[in-house]
């Protein structure tokens, strides 16, 4: 999974000695491209996605990746461990969504719109997000 800001450049590289394409599955700004041996290039989604979009190359079919784009910096990616820490969220209540590929109904672990997480001004908050083994896809 790669989260990031609408509008930043992702620089995309590829150290292998054969093609690869970059085919990013973003509804705001698709990117289909192909990427020489050795290769690189630039990317900047230009808008934000209400869901996780799919990366694949064409060419070699079981490379996949997720990229979320978002207009605001309040996102994180989990450690190994399923850890993650979200700085300097605002005071009040916020939606937090939890997406998980390996998760059946589109990956999230919370609904679509998010789950409702009270903040306190100068506190932090843990909250526990469970994924039920049932709804895990089989591979």
């Known amino acids: 999974m790669l989260a990031i800001l609408s509008g930043s450049t992702i620089t995309l590289k590829s150290s292998d000695p054969v093609n690869h394409n970059i ?19 630039e990317f900047t ?10 990366v694949t190359c064409d060419i070699h079919p ?7 784009v978002l207009n605001h910096p309040y996102f994180a990616v989990t450690d190994a461990t399923g850890y993650f820490e979200i700085k300097n969220a605002p005071a009040g209540t916020q939606k937090v969504v939890v ?14 719109s998010g789950e409702a997480v009270v903040i306190k001004a ?5 909250k526990d997000f469970k994924v039920e083994l049932s709804r895990l896809r089989a591979e």
């Open 23 to 41: 085919n990013a599955k973003l509804k705001q700004s698709a990117f289909n491209q192909l990427l020489a041996p050795q290769g690189e290039t």
């Open 45 to 54: 989604p230009s808008g934000p996605e209400r869901t996780p979009a799919e």
């Open 62 to 68: 079981w490379m996949k990746a997720w990229w979320m």
């Open 99 to 112: 997406w998980q590929e390996a998760v059946d109904r589109n990956g999230f672990v919370t609904a679509p």
């Open 122 to 126: 100068n506190d932090s908050v843990v």
